[in-house]
């Protein structure tokens, strides 16, 4: 973002270009919910060492799932990052190549990808982990929406998605699907999480906060949505999002938030 700020072409800022503006905006919303996911993991962390015997589980089905996605997502951020920097991006004098190169290792050295996801759905059918991230979630939920009011889309996301794991966990006819569903609980537990990020910050600034919000229903729109590919996009779709490309999220508060 700082460089589209600060770089030029076609006599405008990067920031500036439609295209260049929508490329952040999707960016922002992959990066930002494994930022969300790995301090909530962390939060949860801290209580399974407390010894409250459900967040263990918890911690169990979210460690998975972070090894999995976050580390997926992470190769697709720094592959688009260096689209923005240009040819600085890819020669060796700068950070970027060598970043591209590390974002690969989280993928391969924490599993492989695939063998993390078979552990997210054995998590499920061996020690119900996925009914306790449930029920956690729900408590989360109900403290966001004490705040921000009823969130049916983020409720109804992790629903839909905790069935189809639970379903493809216990069948195993059905473990081609594996990727996909915990792809899909991944999503639908970081929208949850951001939307409740969103009512802490609220709480604790006193002031509606809703970038996290914003985040979370972009987790919603373009992870867990489905649209026609030849279809003309709905106009102001995405201008919640292309709105957060010019603000400076802070880790402070995010930090805070998840304490």
């Given at each position: 973002?700082f460089?589209?700020?600060?770089?030029?072409?076609?006599?405008?800022?990067?920031?500036?270009?439609?295209?260049?503006?929508?490329?952040?905006?999707?960016?922002?919303?992959?990066?930002?919910?494994?930022?969300?996911?790995?301090?909530?993991?962390?939060?949860?962390?801290?209580?399974?060492?407390?010894g409250?015997?459900?967040?263990?589980?918890?911690?169990?089905?979210?460690?998975?799932?972070?090894?999995?996605?976050?580390?997926?997502?992470?190769?697709?951020?720094?592959g688009?990052?260096?689209?923005?920097?240009?040819?600085?991006?890819?020669?060796?004098?700068?950070?970027d190549?060598?970043?591209?190169?590390d974002?690969?290792?989280?993928?391969?050295?924490?599993?492989?990808?695939?063998?993390?996801?078979?552990?997210?759905?054995?998590?499920?059918r061996?020690?119900?982990?996925?009914?306790?991230?449930?029920?956690?979630?729900?408590?989360?939920?109900?403290?966001?929406?004490?705040?921000?009011?009823?969130q049916?889309?983020?409720?109804?996301?992790?629903?839909?998605?905790?069935?189809?794991?639970?379903?493809?966990?216990?069948?195993?006819?059905?473990?081609?699907?594996?990727?996909?569903?915990?792809?899909?609980?991944?999503?639908?537990?970081?929208?949850?999480?951001?939307?409740?990020?969103?009512?802490?910050?609220?709480?604790?600034?006193?002031?509606?906060?809703?970038?996290?919000l914003?985040?979370?229903?972009?987790?919603?729109?373009?992870?867990?949505?489905?649209?026609?590919?030849?279809?003309?996009?709905?106009?102001?779709?995405?201008?919640?999002?292309?709105?957060?490309?010019?603000?400076?999220?802070?880790?402070?508060?995010?930090?805070?938030?998840a304490?």
């Open positions: 973002m460089i589209a700020t600060n770089r030029t072409a076609f006599g405008k800022r990067l920031i500036d270009l439609p295209l260049m503006r929508r490329q952040l905006a999707k960016m922002l919303v992959t990066a930002e919910q494994g930022r969300s996911m790995v301090f909530h993991t962390a939060r949860v962390l801290e209580a399974a060492d407390r409250e015997a459900n967040m263990a589980k918890v911690l169990r089905i979210m460690t998975p799932l972070v090894k999995f996605r976050t580390c997926r997502d992470a190769r697709k951020v720094a688009d990052g260096m689209e923005v920097r240009g040819g600085c991006g890819y020669i060796e004098e700068w950070s190549a060598r970043v591209l190169r974002a690969h290792l989280g993928s391969i050295w924490e599993g492989t990808s695939n063998i993390v996801a078979l552990d997210v759905a054995r998590t499920v061996r020690e119900d982990a996925l009914s306790a991230l449930e029920t956690y979630l729900a408590g989360l939920n109900e403290e966001t929406e004490s705040v921000l009011g009823s049916p889309a983020v409720t109804e996301a992790f629903k839909r998605a905790a069935g189809l794991l639970h379903a493809v966990a216990h069948d195993p006819s059905r473990e081609v699907e594996t990727r996909q569903a915990a792809s899909a609980v991944y999503n639908a537990t970081s929208a949850s999480v951001m939307a409740w990020e969103s009512a802490r910050q609220t709480a604790l600034t006193n002031e509606r906060s809703n970038d996290r914003v985040l979370a229903h972009g987790v919603l729109r373009h992870k867990l949505g489905s649209r026609d590919p030849l279809a003309a996009s709905q106009s102001g779709e995405d201008d919640d999002l292309m709105s957060l490309v010019h603000t400076t999220l802070s880790d402070a508060s995010i930090a805070e938030a304490q």
